[in-house]
């Protein structure tokens, strides 16, 4: 445990010093007069999770994409309109915008135009995380609003990207080999549709046989059961971790993956990869380990890219510039 304790040591170091002009834990206190900007998002949140628990598995998403799609944590993710981060494919499925919207509105009833619709989805995420089942943590604040989202900028890793391109396409922005593993932990309340894992199921590599990496029960359940090999299970929905734990946050997706149950070749993949194996071990190990890691990787994640004011704006709506 020793080794385990000096990375989370590392990591709050890591956090602690990524910071970009003022955003800063407790940036808006006193800023809404006597209202608690986060009590009212997390209220919110919490009133949405009571009927609708995979709104955490929405935020998670809509955060990573908005955050590591173009490497900005600016909101741009949200802007509508042709040739917008929404148009582009690694985004057609991601939810959660409604909600960013209605939190927006109370907090402009409260105090118009002081809250970025950047920092609603940081918060909303953190407190939907603690919802499902994570530790809390705090989230820096005092992001602008980017001005402009384009699908030109959006570049997401595929589903089928390799270990060594994933570690790579993460190193650029900071994150550690470890870290990486712990970002794809996000998976632990995701899901996926059939056809994204058919070729794996039925015709892998073009051998007309499943990947062999799979487990062969867990195959024959997915095959017969969800994602038969007709087009009209294509959008069918696959949870990525186990079904009784997919709508909480916690290391049941690692110990998924160590029994070959993997369901996205790059979840499988981490499981078995020298560079990455070791990890997925330990965090299948101790759900403790995994989830104080997540936290503090999650606001690392969303420190990229921040924007000052003079280089962004305090949006009125989310869903479009001033």
């Given at each position: 445990m020793g080794n385990r304790a000096a990375i989370v040591a590392l990591l709050v170091l890591s956090v602690i010093n990524f910071s970009y002009g003022e955003v800063t834990v407790g940036y808006y206190?006193?800023?809404?007069?006597?209202?608690?900007?986060?009590?009212?998002i997390r209220g919110i949140v919490q009133a949405r999770f009571q009927y609708d628990p995979d709104i955490v598995a929405f935020l998670l998403r809509l955060q990573f994409h908005d955050c590591l799609g173009d490497k900005k944590c600016d909101a741009s993710l949200l802007l509508r309109g042709q040739n917008s981060e929404q148009t582009a494919v690694p985004n057609f499925t991601v939810?959660?915008?409604?909600?960013?919207?209605?939190?927006?509105?109370?907090?402009?009833?409260?105090?118009?135009?002081?809250?970025?619709?950047?920092?609603?989805?940081?918060?909303?995420?953190?407190?939907?995380v603690v919802l499902a089942g994570g530790k809390s943590f705090e989230v820096p604040t005092g992001r602008y609003d980017g001005l402009v989202g384009l699908a030109s900028y959006v570049e997401l890793p595929a589903p089928d990207i390799s270990v060594a391109d994933a570690i790579a396409y993460y190193g650029q922005e900071g994150f550690s080999p470890l870290e990486t593993v712990v970002l794809?932990?996000?998976?632990?309340?995701?899901?996926?549709?059939?056809?994204?894992?058919?070729?794996?199921?039925?015709?892998h590599k073009g051998t007309?046989?499943?990947?062999?990496?799979?487990?062969?029960f867990y195959v024959f359940f997915l095959g017969n059961i969800i994602c038969q090999n007709n087009p009209s299970t294509d959008d069918m929905f696959v949870f990525l971790d186990s079904p009784n734990s997919v709508r909480t946050v916690d290391n049941s997706y690692y110990q998924m993956l160590l029994q070959g149950k993997g369901i996205l070749p790059i979840d499988n993949a981490i499981a078995f990869d020298p560079s990455t194996a070791s990890y997925v071990?330990?965090?299948?190990?101790?759900?403790?380990?995994?989830?104080?890691?997540?936290?503090?990787?999650?606001?690392?994640?969303?420190?990229?890219?921040?924007?000052?004011?003079?280089?962004?704006e305090i949006r009125k709506v989310c869903w479009k510039s001033n």
């Open positions: 206190g006193g800023k809404c007069g006597d209202k608690d900007v986060e009590s009212i939810k959660g915008y409604d909600l960013i919207d209605i939190i927006k509105e109370a907090l402009e009833n409260e105090c118009p135009g002081v809250v970025s619709c950047s920092d609603i989805i940081a918060a909303a995420t953190r407190d939907a794809l932990g996000g998976h632990t309340v995701g899901v996926t549709h059939c056809n994204v894992i058919k070729d794996r199921l039925y015709n007309q046989l499943p990947d062999p990496s799979l487990n062969a071990q330990d965090l299948a190990n101790n759900n403790d380990y995994f989830l104080d890691l997540f936290g503090k990787t999650i606001v690392k994640m969303g420190l990229l890219g921040v924007l000052n004011e003079n280089q962004g």
